[in-house]
Nanobody, 124 residues
Framework: QVQLVESGGGLVQAGGSLRLSCVVS????????MSWFRQAPGKEREFVSA????????YYADSVKGRFTISRDNAKNTVTLQMNSLKPEDTAVYYC?????????????????WGQGTQVTVSS
């Protein structure tokens, strides 16, 4: 059974940093892409960042470019999102997600598996 478990959320002041981790368990040989999405109250889930599981290609939403960095450790089945220079508008529940095939990576409907989410709150 595939599971994605996020950790690392919390409360931080604007300008601060947080590091989110997502551990993937179960069948990992078929992973194509791992991503982070976020959802603020009353808003749709939005794409944040993605990384190819078998390569170095990364993708970022314009709103986080230059501030967030995605990375992976295949040996540990872990994807990490380093978030720097956080802003109050980054406040949301952050979700880890997985695609086992190609597809529009920015669309939530493309994804096969999701984690339970971790809350990130940035105070002004």
């Amino acid at each position: 059974q595939v599971q994605l478990v996020e950790s690392g959320g919390g409360l931080v002041q604007a300008g601060g940093s947080l590091r989110l981790s997502c551990v993937v368990s179960g069948r990992t040989s078929s992973i194509y892409l791992m991503s982070w999405f976020r959802q603020a109250p009353g808003k749709e889930r939005e794409f944040v960042s993605a990384i190819r599981w078998g390569g170095i290609t990364t993708y970022y939403a314009d709103s986080v470019k230059g501030r967030f960095t995605i990375s992976r450790d295949n040996a540990k089945n872990t994807v990490t999102l380093q978030m720097n220079s956080l802003k109050p508008e980054d406040t949301a529940v952050y979700y880890c997600a997985r695609i086992d095939r190609g597809g529009p990576y920015s669309r939530p409907t493309s994804y096969d598996y999701w984690g339970q989410g971790t809350q990130v709150t940035v105070s002004s």
